[in-house]
């Protein structure tokens, strides 16, 4: 099993920064690839960015060149930086750390993110 935390989440004005942390415990080795996620009312879980252990990423197109995912492999910590956030960013914002086999997907508790306009 694999517990995560996530913490950063708050309010901020469009154009503002914030940066989300998860902290990961349990079976960490067990962990192929972390990312981020966000749900905004109404709306379905999408994929915002996912780092593998080589320290590659992905992004969402909608948060290039904006947002920047990394993560401290030594301390099992994953963050995302959020930089330039639009309204259309508010959601809450899951962490993510997968298991590829047997394929198990683990979830945080989730932080909610907030842009005013």
């Known amino acids: 099993q694999v517990q995560l935390v996530e913490s950063g989440g708050g309010l901020v004005q469009a154009g503002g920064s914030l940066t989300l942390s998860c902290a990961a415990s349990?079976?960490?080795?067990?962990?192929?690839?972390m990312g981020w996620y966000r749900q905004a009312p109404g709306k379905q879980r999408e994929l915002v960015a996912r780092?593998?252990?080589?320290?590659?990423?992905n992004y969402a197109d909608s948060v290039k060149g904006r947002f920047t995912i990394s993560r401290d492999n030594a301390k099992n910590m994953v963050y995302l930086q959020m930089n330039s956030l639009k309204p259309e960013d508010t959601a809450v914002y899951y962490c993510n750390a997968r298991q590829l086999w047997p394929p198990i997907d683990y979830w945080g508790q989730g932080t909610q993110v907030t842009v005013s306009s």
């Open positions: 349990g079976r960490t080795s067990s962990i192929n690839f």
């Open positions: 780092i593998f252990s080589s320290g590659t990423a």
